[in-house]
């Protein structure tokens, strides 16, 4: 890690749950990360443990980290409200910066985020409950729909990576929409053309969407395989 942060200006790490692939950096190597350069840690995904215990922030091994989270991702995705934790030096000049350009956070999301966050205990439980479930179901579709695919171990998050034999996944993304699914291609995760044997599948819809859109990732990848487009186009699932 040192060796690829040396020179750089900025790092941006997802250690918590990573987006796309589910893993989580284990506490020993947060412990043995080398940073050679200012960090900002997106700790949006940390409350979503699913098979481990939630991690400890990368913050308690390197103090001099700049933390951002979310609750979009552990409450609502309609609920834009985030927060950075870093020097207090710092946090003053972003606030400072960010009144040139945002007029602010509307204040009733922010009440409701407090009232949520006061709640968490409660509430956490039967959300991480219905994302287990709802992986469950996603894994199991694509063992039946899709065997041939290989998926991560996603230990919490809101996604799988998904491996496939032929290198199609622009080719499939591309595809979908008309077989009523939109895809994030895999090398939308990397530079250079990297992951096209992959693709991310997120299981946070219900049941009926998630149904829906493996049957039309099925269809799509095998319109791509036979050189073939949808006859009629359905409205794409986001």
Not at 74 to 97: I, M, N, P, S, Y
């Amino acid at each position: 890690m040192s060796a690829a942060t040396r020179g750089a200006a900025m790092a941006f790490l997802l250690p918590d749950f990573h987006n796309p692939t589910g893993l989580c950096l284990s506490e020993v190597d947060r412990s043995r990360l080398r940073l050679g350069c200012p960090v900002v840690v997106d700790e949006t995904m940390a409350e979503l443990a699913l098979d481990v215990d939630p991690p400890v922030p990368l913050a308690a091994h390197h103090p001099g980290v700049i933390t951002i989270g979310s609750a979009a991702k552990t409450f609502w995705g309609g609920l834009r409200v985030g927060w950075v934790r870093a020097d207090a030096d710092l946090v003053q000049q972003l606030g400072q910066a960010r009144t040139s350009t945002d007029l602010g956070t509307p204040v009733v999301e922010q009440l409701a985020c407090v009232e949520l966050l006061g709640e968490i205990d409660r509430i956490l439980p039967d959300r991480l409950a219905v994302l287990r479930r709802r992986r469950a179901l996603l894994l199991d579709l694509v063992a039946e729909r899709l065997p041939d695919w290989t998926i991560g171990r996603s230990v919490g998050g809101l996604s799988v990576w998904a491996r496939f034999p032929q290198p199609v996944s622009s080719a499939l993304a591309a595809v979908a929409p008309q077989f009523g699914v939109r895809l994030a291609a895999g090398p939308r995760f990397g530079i250079g053309g990297a992951f096209e044997r992959f693709v991310r599948l997120p299981y946070s819809l219900d049941a009926a969407a998630m149904t829906a859109g493996i049957d039309g990732i099925a269809e799509a990848l095998a319109a791509v395989r036979a050189g073939r487009r949808a006859d009629t186009p359905p409205s794409a699932l986001a």
